[in-house]
C-alpha cells in the first residue's frame, strides 16, 4: 500500500494545480516501473474542451513517452473515479491496473454507476484498487464545492 499512496500523493499534487485553477480538482499520474511517465489534471473550463480530463492528459502523455499506444504494463492512479469517457480510454490503452482515490457516485463508470472497467464483452479489463487517500481525496472535493458555492452566492448578491 506504501507504493499506492506515494504515487497517489503525486495525482493529489496535480489535483491542487487544477484546484489553483478554479477547476474540479482531479488528478491523475500513470506509472511504469516505479517510474511516473504521464500527469495530468482537470482543465476542461480554463481549456474550454470536454475532453481536458485529467486521465486523458495523462494518458496522452504516457503514450508519447511510451512511443506506443498500449500502455500494458503501467498503472494509473487517479484522485477520483473515471467517468465514462475516461474509463473507456483506459480499457483502449489496456492500462492494466488503476487506483482510484475516492469514488464518484452520480458519474464514476468504475464501480459506481456502471463498472466499464471489468466488461468481459470488451477485449481488455483493469483491475481496480480504491479508497487509495480516500479521506485527502473526498476532503478536496468537498472543499472545492463548498468554496463554489460560495463564490456562487457572492456572485448573485453583487
Not at 499512496?5 to 491542487?16: G, L, S, T, V, W
Not at 481496480?128 to 463548498?146: H, I, N, P, Y
Request: aromatic fraction near 6%; charge should be positive.
Amino acid at each position: 500500500m506504501k507504493r499506492d499512496e506515494k504515487y497517489m500523493r503525486e495525482a493529489i499534487r496535480q489535483a491542487r494545480k487544477a484546484y489553483a485553477l478554479e477547476e474540479v480538482p482531479i488528478g491523475c499520474v500513470i506509472v511504469c516501473q516505479d517510474k511516473i511517465i504521464g500527469r495530468g489534471y482537470n482543465r476542461r473550463t480554463v481549456d474550454k474542451n470536454t475532453l481536458a480530463h485529467a486521465e486523458l492528459t495523462a494518458i496522452r502523455k504516457a503514450c508519447r513517452k511510451m512511443d506506443d499506444w498500449r500502455l500494458e504494463e503501467c498503472t494509473m492512479y487517479v484522485t477520483l473515479e473515471p467517468c465514462q469517457m475516461c474509463s473507456g480510454a483506459i480499457v483502449q490503452a489496456r492500462i492494466p491496473r488503476v487506483v482510484v482515490g475516492c469514488m464518484n457516485p452520480k458519474a464514476g463508470c468504475a464501480g459506481s454507476i456502471l463498472n466499464l472497467l471489468d466488461r468481459k464483452e470488451f477485449n481488455h479489463q483493469a483491475e481496480l484498487t480504491v479508497g487509495v487517500l480516500a479521506e485527502e481525496c473526498s476532503e478536496m472535493m468537498k472543499q472545492f464545492f463548498r468554496e463554489l458555492r460560495e463564490r456562487q452566492k457572492a456572485k448573485k448578491k453583487s
